[in-house]
């Protein structure tokens, strides 16, 4: 079979796996492609659900991944099934089985199935509990943040605070709860996440640490030692899941994500990896050499890029010619928008031993901050300083040492 006569599946119709349809195009790809998502909406952008689209500054229509007006599946010649949940994957078969019980065979596969919101145990059922990871799931939430609705959000992470922000924003009454003590600490470090976390208070909305939520019932939230909190509406942001379930009976690696080695190829269950199957995005776990550490980044630029270099290497080998292939080694970087101000992060803070802010200060609310391990670079970040931030990114990506980063910062 020569290459252009090979079908291709993409599961998982978010970022990643559009992504990855339109590099496989772009280098060439002239097969079948299909692509299978879960949701029935057209493709769309997450990053503006819990801000603009949520504030109603954007419209469901304006964040559509392609252009308004573009036939995606023509432009592309790809076979959409939108509203079809993967259900099991038969690796030696080289077939998906989708509800309904169709079933969908490949040459080639690229795994893409993202992840979902964690919901905490019995509020499934409670019309006051929300989350927020789907297009749906923002427009169910848009239509109850009212004026001086009482709105508790729990989890102070960066969608919770994205959330308290925007609703903040709509005149609603906002209160964060976080169980740690420290917000951000595992993305940010001790230091900068507590600082990060003073947003709330100087727009005047309550941030409470290391409290434990019992029980949420229609009323509110209850927490250990059962006090309440009166809320109309509960926004439950407490991190992601990533979907493997319907991989639970296949050859593929799971451990927190489908397993990867280096180049965005899937592991199977004993050694090595599985022909012809790649996976991209929040879904999938490798090990980045660039900070020689094993990951899984639930962030908007890892997926878009993330689904390009699986492309590259499903070609390759398609092609039978890998030897030019390169590692997936980003510097990873993501943002979150809150309130008046912009965080975000290039590379890494797991394991720093020290962070410097090297411009700006705390007390302006504009900083870039390093972060070092051992006598390296490993992470920057930056509160409202993009320009200066930016300068730092291909200092993280040659390995720069920490008297390199610093000089670079006294310039």
């Known amino acids: 079979m020569s290459v252009g006569d090979s079908h291709v599946v993409v599961v998982g119709a978010s970022l990643a796996g559009t992504r990855a349809v339109e590099a496989l195009r772009h280098q060439g790809f002239d097969g079948r492609i299909t692509l299978i998502g879960d949701e029935a909406h057209q493709p769309y952008d997450r990053p503006p659900l819990s801000k603009t689209l949520l504030s109603g500054k954007r419209t469901a229509d304006q964040v559509r991944l392609h252009p308004d007006g573009d036939d995606y599946a023509s432009v592309l010649d790809v076979t959409m099934m939108l509203g079809r949940r993967a259900c099991s994957l038969d690796v030696d078969a080289a077939e998906i089985t989708l509800d309904r019980d169709e079933r969908v065979g490949f040459d080639a596969l690229v795994i893409a199935t993202g992840s979902r919101a964690r919901h905490l145990n019995h509020t499934d059922h409670l019309p006051n509990v929300y989350v927020v990871r789907t297009l749906d799931d923002c427009l169910r939430l848009q239509a109850a943040l009212v004026a001086g609705a009482r709105v508790v959000v729990v989890g102070a992470g960066f969608i919770g605070a994205e959330v308290a922000a925007t609703a903040h924003s709509l005149g609603c009454h906002v209160t964060v709860l976080e169980a740690a ?9 001790a230091t900068m996440g507590t600082y990060c976390a003073t947003v709330h208070a100087r727009h005047g909305v309550p941030l409470r640490v290391g409290v434990q ?35 639970q009976d296949s050859d593929v690696a799971v451990g927190d994500g489908v397993l990867c080695d280096a ?14 199957i790649v996976a991209a995005g929040d879904v999938a776990r490798w090990t980045n050499t660039l900070f020689g550490e ?7 630029t890892n997926a878009a890029e993330m689904a ?17 292939l390169m590692p997936f080694a980003p510097v990873p970087y993501f943002w979150s928008d809150q309130y008046d101000i912009k965080i975000q992060f290039l590379g890494r803070s797991t394991g720093h031993q020290e962070v410097v802010v090297v411009d700006g200060s705390m007390e302006s609310g504009k900083l870039v901050a390093l972060y070092r391990r051992d006598n390296q670079l490993i992470g920057a970040l930056g509160i409202s300083r993009v320009r200066q931030l930016m300068s730092y990114r291909n200092l993280l990506a040659t390995g720069a040492s920490w008297e390199e980063a610093l000089t670079h910062a006294a310039q």
């Open 181 to 189: 003590p420290v917000p951000l600490e595992r993305q940010l470090g």
């Open 308 to 324: 390009e270099h699986a492309a590259t290497t499903l070609l390759a080998d398609l092609n039978g010619d890998s030897s030019s």
């Open 263 to 276: 180049f965005c190829r899937v592991r199977g269950s004993g050694a090595g990896t599985l022909k012809g």
């Open 294 to 300: 094993e990951m899984r980044i639930e962030h908007w």
């Open 213 to 247: 939520v019992d029980e949420i019932d229609a009323n509110g939230v209850i927490l250990a030692g059962r006090e309440r909190i009166q809320a109309d509406v509960v926004v439950v942001g407490v991190g992601a899941v990533p979907n493997t379930e319907w991989l």
